[in-house]
């Protein structure tokens, strides 16, 4: 099956979010999450060619409306995330999928308290190494700069002006390289959004040394 027969399929969805709609198109959304479920398994097995990575998960299409305004059941994309093995290795990848909205994703969405200390304390001791991680031109091609939501000054204990008060502040380290429709219905999308992931090891690999190690880099396992 095609991406361009997901994409309708999601598109129409978007227009006609309700459960009525849903349930008498049931046989063609189970036939279109079947042929997502081996695209995503496909990416999981390959990536994990070069990775060691711990589980391949889908997330359902289902929204939670418990504490939502919005009421519309049904999200209009389909996504999975692989997550790696820990404790030696840290980070995620996260492939989305929606008309208009497609990227490959990957980082630390919510670092533990511990972990979120460490990173800074990292940056604040030596910001050279992801400073020139984030500076390199493959880094620069497939994803720019560094995401995440962050403080609007430096967190307690830290000095708001210190060289690396811009990374410091980040509360999430994400990276995120987005596709038109066009390039999702290429042939080789799937090889994309793998080279895409290999793109952020050397970012995956710093970070997972960081939190692997204390402040005179012994480890911490």
Do not use: C
Not at 68 to 88: E, H, L, Q, V, W
Not at 138 to 161: C, H, I, M, S, V
Not at 192 to 211: C, G, H, K, Q
């Amino acid at each position: 099956m095609s991406m361009q027969t997901i994409f309708d399929f999601l598109a129409r969805l978007q227009n006609n979010n309700n459960r009525d709609w849903f349930a008498a198109n049931k046989a063609e959304f189970d036939a279109i999450s079947i042929a997502n479920r081996l695209f995503f398994q496909d990416v999981f097995d390959e990536l994990q060619k070069q990775d060691s990575l711990e589980k391949l998960h889908v997330y359902r299409i289902y929204r939670d409306i418990r504490f939502s305004t919005d009421k519309t059941p049904y999200k209009n994309n389909f996504g999975a995330g692989f997550s790696r093995i820990k404790p030696m290795l840290r980070g995620s990848y996260y492939i989305h999928l929606e008309p208009g909205n497609s990227f490959a994703g990957g980082g630390f969405w919510a670092p533990e308290k511990e972990d979120l200390f460490r990173i800074r304390k990292e940056f604040e001791a030596d910001d050279r190494p992801i400073r020139q991680i984030i500076s390199n031109k493959t880094f620069q091609k497939y994803f720019g700069t560094l995401l995440g939501e962050e403080l609007k000054t430096a967190p307690r204990g830290f000095d708001k002006n210190h060289s690396a008060v811009d990374l410091i502040r980040k509360k999430q380290f994400v990276v995120i390289r987005k596709f038109s429709d066009s390039e999702v219905f290429l042939p080789d999308f799937q090889k994309e959004v793998i080279a895409t992931f290999l793109a952020m090891r050397p970012f995956f690999n710093y970070m997972s040394e960081v939190l692997t190690t204390d402040l005179n880099g012994e480890s911490l396992y």
